[in-house]
Every structure is written in structure tokens, then in C-alpha cells.
């Protein structure tokens, strides 16, 4: 007696190839994955959110007038009525501070745009063009490079003026060179690249060529570069206001604070203390948030 073949089930249907690569990339190589995947770009971007959205809703969050002087109240120690104390004319510090956040970050990142869009552009345009051009920028930039940031800083704002724009100014010129040198020898890695020589020889032309291949291709150290530029522009602005040559009394920047504290450093400790913490918290957390950049746009990082 012979008995009936058993019926199989049919095997599951196979994804395509496209759709799978489409779904891998969107699980394994997506940029806000590995940025959520990392654990030190969690959680320094998660503070820097935090800082950003203090320096916004300062204003509204200080319980006084960061210029209103306290006269009852001269340098009394973190109280109730002041939880941070309040300064040599009786200034609410905590005010003052969440004040402060919006000018510092602020000039930060106005500084840093000077430097990203001058860097930038000298950086292409000495790479991609070369000869006498590259020849001429460069050696423009070696002689800056010679001279330490907060020193051409300084420089510039004695000529321009002490204030507070000034000082964002000077700060942004100071950091154009060693940005434009990364720039440079981005440009000229991509440049060389079997892609673009190929573009070239069937005759793309240079500005297509600039602009969708050799541009997105140099973003990711620039990104990485940018991100630790802004701290160290939140210093050397907090070391111009420091010595009187950023902003100017009244204003309340982080860097003003620390100069109006340092006469008070034994007897007022509160003065200098948290105004540094705050600068030490924000240089910190970037720092922290571009050196995980670097590790998610490493191609040889897991």
C-alpha cells in the first residue's frame, strides 16, 4: 500500500536584495543610531541640550534682574532668598549666571561660524585649486599659525576695541588657520580619490565636482573639528572678558563673573566657584560630544 508523500510547507518568501540593504542601513549605519548606540554622545549631547535650553530660558528662569543690586544683601553667602549668594554690590549670582549662559554660548557659536565658514572656504579653494593660489594662502596661514590663539586674539581686539562683539570677532579669526590647514588636507585626501578623477574624465564640471563630492565627503572631520572648537572659543572668550577685554560691565558673562570674583577668591568663594563650573561643565561636555563624533565617523569603528 503506498502511501501519500507528505505535503511540505512552503519555504518563507525571500526579501529582496534592495530591501534588505535598505532595512540594514537603516538598523546599522544611520547616523542617529550610532549616535544613540554611544554612549558618551548620549549623554554629553543630553547636557549640552540641557545648557542650551537653560541659555535660552534664562530670562525667564532667573528669580532676579541680573543688574538689580541687593544693597542689604553684599556678599552674602547661597541663602534662600539667593541659592548661589550674591556678588560685591549685591548682585543675585544665580541670575546673573543663567544669564550669562545665553551670552556665552551665544559668542561661542558666532565665533565658531566665523571660523567654520572662513576656514572652510580658504581650506577648499587651497586644496581644490592648488598652485600659486595654495601656495599664497598657506603660507598666510603658517605665519598665523605661529601665534597662539588667545595672543592673536588679544591682538585683534586691542585694535578693534574692548567689547563684547569684538571679542567674538577676534575669537573667530584666531582659530581661521588651523581650520583652514584641516580643511586643506581634507580636500586634497578627496581629491585625489579614484571618484572624483573618474568625474573629471568624463567631464563633470569643478563646481559639481566641489559641491556633491568633494563637500559631503570632508563634512565629517570638519563636524568633529567644529564641535571642539566651541569649547575652546567658550574659553578664550571667557579669557578675553577675564582681563577686561570682552564684555563689559554690566553684562553677565561667565568669563566677567571670574574676574569679578577672583578679588573676593578667599573671603567670597562663591563668587568664582560656580561661574567656573559652569565653564568647566560645558568645555567638558563638548569635548566629550566630539571626541564620540570622531568614534561614530571612524569607518573602522564597530
Same mark, same amino acid.
Given at each position: 500500500m503506498?502511501q501519500?508523500n507528505p505535503?511540505?510547507p512552503?519555504?518563507?518568501?525571500v526579501?529582496?536584495?534592495?530591501g534588505?540593504s535598505r532595512m540594514t %542601513?537603516?538598523?546599522e549605519d $544611520?547616523?542617529?543610531?550610532?549616535l544613540?548606540?554611544? #554612549? ?5 549631547l ?9 541659555g535660552?530660558a534664562?530670562? %525667564? =528662569?532667573?528669580p532676579?534682574? #541680573? /543688574?538689580?543690586?541687593?544693597y542689604e544683601?553684599?556678599?552674602t553667602?547661597p541663602?534662600a532668598e539667593?541659592m548661589? +549668594?550674591t556678588?560685591?554690590?549685591g548682585?543675585?549670582?544665580l ?6 549662559a545665553r551670552?556665552t554660548? &551665544?559668542?561661542a557659536?558666532?565665533?565658531?561660524s566665523i571660523t567654520?565658514i ?5 581650506g ?9 593660489v595654495?601656495q599664497v594662502? &598657506?603660507?598666510i596661514m603658517? *605665519?598665523? =599659525?605661529a601665534?597662539p590663539?588667545?595672543? &592673536?586674539?588679544m591682538? *585683534? ?5 574692548p567689547?563684547? /562683539?569684538n !571679542?567674538m570677532?577676534?575669537?573667530g *579669526?584666531a582659530g581661521?588657520?588651523k581650520?583652514?590647514r584641516l580643511?586643506?588636507?581634507?580636500t586634497?585626501s578627496?581629491k $585625489?580619490?579614484?571618484?572624483v578623477?573618474?568625474?573629471r574624465?568624463v567631464?563633470t564640471?569643478h ?5 556633491f563630492?568633494i &563637500?559631503?565627503?570632508?563634512?565629517s ?5 567644529t ?6 572659543a567658550?574659553?578664550d /572668550?571667557?579669557a578675553? $572678558?577675564f582681563?577686561g =577685554?570682552?564684555?563689559? #560691565?554690566p553684562?553677565?558673562? %561667565? +568669563?566677567?563673573m =571670574?574676574s ?7 573671603d !567670597? %568663594? ?5 561661574p +567656573?563650573i559652569s565653564?568647566t561643565?560645558?568645555?567638558?561636555t563638548?569635548?566629550i560630544l566630539g571626541? !564620540?563624533?570622531r568614534?561614530i565617523f571612524d569607518?573602522?569603528?564597530a
Amino acid at each position: 500500500m503506498n502511501q501519500a508523500n507528505p505535503v511540505l510547507p512552503a519555504p518563507p518568501p525571500v526579501p529582496s536584495q534592495k530591501g534588505t540593504s535598505r532595512m540594514t %542601513w537603516i538598523r546599522e549605519d $544611520s547616523f542617529l543610531e550610532k549616535l544613540w548606540r554611544n #554612549p558618551k554622545a548620549r549623554y554629553s549631547l543630553g547636557i549640552l541640550l540641557v545648557v542650551i535650553a537653560v541659555g535660552i530660558a534664562g530670562p %525667564w =528662569l532667573a528669580p532676579h534682574d #541680573p /543688574t538689580q543690586p541687593f544693597y542689604e544683601d553684599l556678599l552674602t553667602g547661597p541663602s534662600a532668598e539667593h541659592m548661589l +549668594g550674591t556678588d560685591s554690590i549685591g548682585r543675585d549670582v544665580l541670575s546673573r549666571l543663567l544669564h550669562g549662559a545665553r551670552v556665552t554660548l &551665544m559668542v561661542a557659536v558666532m565665533a565658531v561660524s566665523i571660523t567654520f565658514i572662513t576656514g572652510t572656504f580658504i581650506g577648499v579653494t587651497s586644496g581644490f585649486v592648488g598652485g600659486i593660489v595654495d601656495q599664497v594662502l &598657506m603660507r598666510i596661514m603658517d *605665519i598665523l =599659525l605661529a601665534i597662539p590663539n588667545i595672543i &592673536m586674539a588679544m591682538a *585683534i581686539v586691542a585694535i578693534l576695541g574692548p567689547s563684547l /562683539t569684538n !571679542a567674538m570677532i577676534a575669537v573667530g *579669526i584666531a582659530g581661521i588657520p588651523k581650520y583652514a590647514r584641516l580643511t586643506r588636507g581634507a580636500t586634497l585626501s578627496v581629491k $585625489s580619490s579614484g571618484y572624483v578623477e573618474a568625474s573629471r574624465a568624463v567631464g563633470t564640471s569643478h563646481a559639481r565636482i566641489l559641491l556633491f563630492q568633494i &563637500m559631503p565627503n570632508i563634512m565629517s572631520p570638519l563636524l568633529v573639528y567644529t564641535t571642539l572648537q566651541i569649547g575652546i572659543a567658550i574659553l578664550d /572668550t571667557a579669557a578675553l $572678558s577675564f582681563i577686561g =577685554l570682552g564684555a563689559q #560691565p554690566p553684562t553677565p558673562e %561667565w +568669563g566677567t563673573m =571670574l574676574s569679578e570674583g577672583k578679588e573676593y577668591i578667599h573671603d !567670597a %568663594w562663591w563668587l568664582a566657584t560656580f561661574p +567656573g563650573i559652569s565653564i568647566t561643565i560645558v568645555v567638558f561636555t563638548v569635548n566629550i560630544l566630539g571626541d !564620540a563624533l570622531r568614534d561614530i565617523f571612524d569607518p573602522k569603528s564597530a
